[in-house]
């Protein structure tokens, strides 16, 4: 596995690779790599085939970060991500440097942004109202430079996979864009890099995601006809109301394909959700089902 900073060398490489018609499979994260990531990566590798190459970039973005936000204590790890790479079979870990990405520095640097304006205004892009236009940036730029055949996202960030989708089409990016999966801890809460910022006791309340959307999945599941989305937030919030440690963000039902608002929830409906829990603000979602 190569260990590329230079954003320069990455888009040679990529051009290289071009130029022999190899296919490429983009994994974009943020580093302090766990299963779900790695399941990502595997997914490329399907994708793209043996002959093909993996990259996975690892960039803590500025620009998707608020100034209050977790940017500056976001976990950091090369050498461990160095390490899981190069044990999932990544061809190339890509780790650009801010002056590259943003010369000038992010927030005097760029002028130029890629703005998705309808996926992007509700649930996340409301209580993080710079959020997605930082990640839609980055992603374009990600794509410039390592113009993959295939980018595979997390359904894990269901909003971020719909934006980018989004912007792939409208921008015409030549790129099949993969959702793959959430990849869940045995009690069901969703890997991420931030869990490691919960003491054990947030840790074990933080499973209340995971049991409001079983607690939804299972009262849609035994419905016969379409339930009021009104009534199982309330439902919602009374468990994370039991949760002293926990703070509801927002609970939302919507469309899967434009994530507009579903008054009635039925099965094929999506649900997402976000908590604090403490200082750690978590998100989870899940398509609800017929049966279980
Ligand atoms: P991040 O490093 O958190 O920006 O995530 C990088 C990519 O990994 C995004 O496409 C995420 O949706 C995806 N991802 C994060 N956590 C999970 C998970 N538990 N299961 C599947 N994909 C995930």
């Known amino acids: 596995m190569r260990l590329v900073n230079?954003?320069?060398?990455?888009?040679?490489?990529?051009?290289?690779?071009?130029?022999?018609g190899l296919r490429v499979g983009l994994v974009p994260t943020m580093g302090s790599l766990h299963a779900g990531h790695l399941s990502l990566v595997r997914q490329a590798r399907r994708r793209v085939g043996p002959a093909g190459r993996v990259v996975v970039s690892l960039y803590v973005n500025p620009t998707q970060f608020a100034p209050h936000e977790d940017f500056a204590g976001y976990p950091r790890e090369l050498e461990e991500d160095r390490r899981r790479c190069r044990a999932a079979g990544v061809d190339v870990l890509w780790v650009p440097a801010d002056a590259e990405m943003y010369p000038g520095g992010p927030s005097g640097g760029p002028s130029t942004w890629?703005?998705?304006?309808?996926?992007?205004?509700?649930?996340?892009?409301?209580?993080?109202?710079?959020?997605?236009?930082?990640?839609?940036?980055?992603v374009t730029k990600l794509f410039n430079v390592v113009l993959p055949t295939v980018a595979v996202f997390g359904a894990k960030d269901y909003q971020q996979a719909a934006v980018v989708r989004r912007l792939t089409?409208?921008?015409n990016f030549p790129i099949e864009v993969v959702v793959a999966p959430t990849v869940r801890e045995p009690d069901g809460l969703a890997m991420s890099s931030r869990n490691r910022y919960l003491s054990p006791a947030e840790r074990e309340q933080a499973t209340v995601l995971w049991q409001a959307i079983e607690h939804v999945q299972r009262r849609v599941a035994a419905a016969r006809r379409s339930l009021r989305s009104s009534q199982l937030a309330a439902e919602v919030r009374r468990l994370i109301q039991a949760r002293p440690s926990v703070r509801l963000d927002y609970v939302e039902f919507f469309a899967p394909e434009t994530l507009q608002p579903a008054p009635q929830v039925s099965p094929g409906t999506h649900m997402a959700l976000a908590v604090w829990v403490g200082?750690?603000?978590?998100?989870?979602?899940?398509?609800?089902?017929?049966r279980r």
């Open 169 to 171: 089409r409208d921008l």
């Open 6 to 20: 230079s954003l320069t060398t990455m888009q040679r490489l990529a051009l290289r690779w071009r130029r022999r």
């Open 279 to 290: 200082r750690t603000r978590l998100i989870d979602n899940a398509r609800l089902e017929e």
């Open 114 to 138: 890629v703005s998705e304006e309808n996926l992007s205004r509700r649930m996340e892009g409301r209580a993080r109202p710079t959020h997605f236009r930082g990640v839609a940036t980055v």
